[in-house]
């Protein structure tokens, strides 16, 4: 386009790029600055995001765009539609622009309802809908407003008529953030495009003083291997730059509107305009690397939004502790209706146990005590809160001082001295070597959620036995004050052991739900191998083919 045949600029003419201040790098800028500078975590709620645009049924640009980057970085997205287009990758086939007092009713409805953190405003069809954009703006307390002018093709083609683009003049002063490609800023600052970097700087910069707006000034249509942006502030005359070099893709559709709408979401939540757009920029490059593998169209693709967040957390729902409870617990039923039957559990629920098995298990279970003690200092030692610290530390030090008392005493009868050389004088059998060996091992690799999870079964199949031979599930002599080993089937059902069983139930639970699909897996292998391992504990004192009473 010549110059004699360009309309009238829709702001002041451009400042000479000598008056332009000097870029700085982003960090550079950001190092002199206090607050956030990236993005620290989530603070207080999720950005409440409206997107202002014309609709894409090809799912890549518009409000489809939007709505896709707002949920990528964080946002909860709205829209208020504009415009309906006929479009694809290849091209815009046909436009149809509600009836403007219909996109004042959309806009009304979710703000007399909703609190808006953020605007983006994008495809504004018309005069008559940039004026009932700009009139809803002034009448309500919208603390963004990030405005993508979506005037010109990146074909060169001018999307607005001469009328709309004079309503957009009024628009921009409204603005906080104006995010055009360097066709558009061209016509924003009534200058030809710019050719060079220092070009669209300077024409950026005297379209933010023209307006008051901050302006990104985007570099992508330039030539050459790099893809700078720069955000421009004429007011405090700061140019912060972010480099980058291009990424060699077709997958271009909705950049800018995808660039825009995280922005804006991302803006509601840091309060820092530089952090916003350095981390808006991150993760567009991210899924601007992703987008052929979409595989969407024949012409130019839609860039890849969840790219990131599909590749670091996974496609499938998380399940929940109280899901991940019932499934465990599930997945070993087969152990634990083994365990029900075995010898040794009959014989002690009836009575009819001698006392040389008894002894035999009380002193293979004081030798796992001694190191299931240690274990749970370890799972102590590792845990990630002070809670789980806590508790574990608390566990060791009963398996120590309570449990292994009460074992001491049985085993050196109840008026004799404790000795714990006599206590401990046992050699372990293969069942306690084994279990200890996968404990020991399983500490040892320093993962605390696996960890947790292999300790589990023996709180929880110990508890489920002691509740149940209360209850009488194993017969009635098992709850007659004369059984021979009473005092000891107390200890099973005792109420604190309960306590403390239901909160290794929740730590770990909770830890399982938080972890990756991959680490969860292992925790619940961990889990049921532990839980074998007490199978074959309890199966170690009586053989599989004693004769065992009724219950």
């Known amino acids: ?108 409805a979710i703000g007399d309802d909703i609190a808006v953190d953020a605007v983006k405003i994008g495809m504004l069809a018309n005069a008559e809908v940039v004026s009932v954009v700009a009139d809803w703006l002034r009448r309500t307390a919208v603390p963004i407003v990030v405005l993508d002018p979506v005037m010109v093709a990146t074909s060169g083609d001018r999307l607005l008529d001469p009328d709309a683009e004079l309503a957009l003049r009024d628009l921009l002063p409204l603005a906080d953030l104006i995010t055009p490609n360097l066709l558009e800023l061209a016509v924003l600052a009534g200058a030809d495009p710019a050719t060079t970097w220092a070009e ?136 634990r209706a083994a365990i029900d039957t075995l010898p040794f559990i009959r014989a002690l629920a009836d009575g009819s146990l001698e006392r040389a098995p008894f002894v035999g298990y009380l002193a293979q279970d004081a030798l796992y005590l001694r190191d299931y003690a ?4 370890e799972a102590s030692r590792l845990a990630p809160d002070a809670a789980g610290q806590a508790f574990w530390a608390n566990s060791a030090h009963g398996s120590l001082v309570g449990e292994l008392e009460l074992h001491t005493r049985w085993l050196a009868g109840v008026d004799a001295a404790v000795d714990d050389a006599a206590t401990f004088a046992a050699e372990p059998d293969t069942a306690t070597t084994a279990y200890l060996d996968h404990l020991l091992a399983t500490g040892a690799r320093g993962d605390y959620a696996v ?20 209850a009488g599930e194993f017969g009635a002599a098992a709850l007659d ?43 619940r292998r961990a889990f049921r191998r532990s839980a074998e391992h007490e199978l074959a504990f309890f199966a170690s004192p009586l053989p599989a083919d004693a004769a065992v009473s009724a219950p």
């Not at 379209?207 to 570099?219: E, I």
């Not at 240690?374 to 200092?377: E, K, M, Q």
Request: include cysteine; aromatic fraction near 6%.
């Open 374 to 377: 240690r274990v749970l200092a």
């Open 481 to 523: 004050p004369g059984h021979p080993y009473a005092s000891w089937l107390e200890t099973y059902a005792d109420p604190a052991f309960a306590v403390a069983t239901r909160e290794a139930i929740d730590l770990v639970t909770r830890e399982a739900a938080a972890a990756s699909p991959e680490r969860r897996a292992a925790m």
């Open 200 to 335: 669209a700087i300077a024409q950026a910069e005297a379209v933010s003083a023209a307006t008051g707006a901050r302006v990104l000034a985007k570099g992508g249509h330039l030539a050459g291997g790099e893809a700078p942006d720069a955000l421009v502030h004429a007011a405090s005359a700061t140019v912060v730059a972010f480099g980058g070099e291009r990424i060699a893709t077709t997958a271009t559709h909705g950049t800018g509107c995808s660039l825009s709408s995280a922005v804006a979401t991302l803006q509601a939540e840091l309060g820092d305009w530089e952090a916003a757009v350095g981390e808006a920029r991150r993760w567009l490059r991210e899924s601007l690397r992703h987008g052929e593998a979409l595989e969407v169209g024949g012409g130019h693709g839609p860039v890849s939004h969840f790219a990131g967040l599909w590749s670091r957390g996974g496609l499938r729902t998380a399940p929940t502790p109280a899901e991940i409870e019932a499934e465990w617990w599930d997945g070993i039923a087969d152990v």
């Open 1 to 108: 386009m010549t110059g004699d045949a360009r309309p009238a600029p829709v702001i002041a003419a451009a400042r000479s790029a000598s008056a332009a201040p000097e870029p700085r790098p982003a960090e550079e800028h950001a190092a002199g600055r206090t607050g956030r500078v990236g993005r620290v975590g989530r603070v207080g709620r999720v950005p409440r995001v409206l997107s202002i645009a014309g609709s894409d049924p090809s799912g890549g640009a518009g409000i489809q765009a939007d709505l896709k980057s707002i949920a990528a970085v964080g946002g909860y997205g709205m829209s208020a539609i504009t415009a309906l287009t006929a479009q694809n990758t290849r091209g815009v086939r046909g436009v149809h622009v509600p009836p403007a007092a219909f996109l004042a009713e959309q806009l009304d």
């Open 451 to 470: 960890l947790a999870a292999a300790v589990l079964p023996c709180f929880w199949i110990y508890v489920d036995l002691g509740e149940r031979l209360a």
